[in-house]
């Protein structure tokens, strides 16, 4: 188990134009359009779908950089 986990590579620092795709919803992509420290002190990204301009989200760093729920959109 413990092979498993060194295995999964940590994504590159999140910056502002990289775009991703939940990975249950992979036809939705995000871009990043601002980077800030929220009041927790904690690192976020303000998301903008790129589809839909009226829809944003805000979300934690760390969730982007550990690719988890989002992966990151290649070929930009």
Known sequence: MFSALTKR???SKVS??????K???P???WE???LFKGTD???YAAMLRVDDPTMQKTVAQAILER??????????
């Open 23 to 25: 990975r249950d919803a």
């Open 67 to 76: 690719g988890l729920h989002y992966t990151l959109v290649s070929g930009r």
């Open 32 to 34: 990043v359009i601002s």
């Open 27 to 29: 036809l939705v992509v």
């Open 41 to 43: 002190g904690m690192p």
């Open 9 to 11: 590579k940590r994504q």
């Open 16 to 21: 502002v134009g990289q775009r991703y795709q």
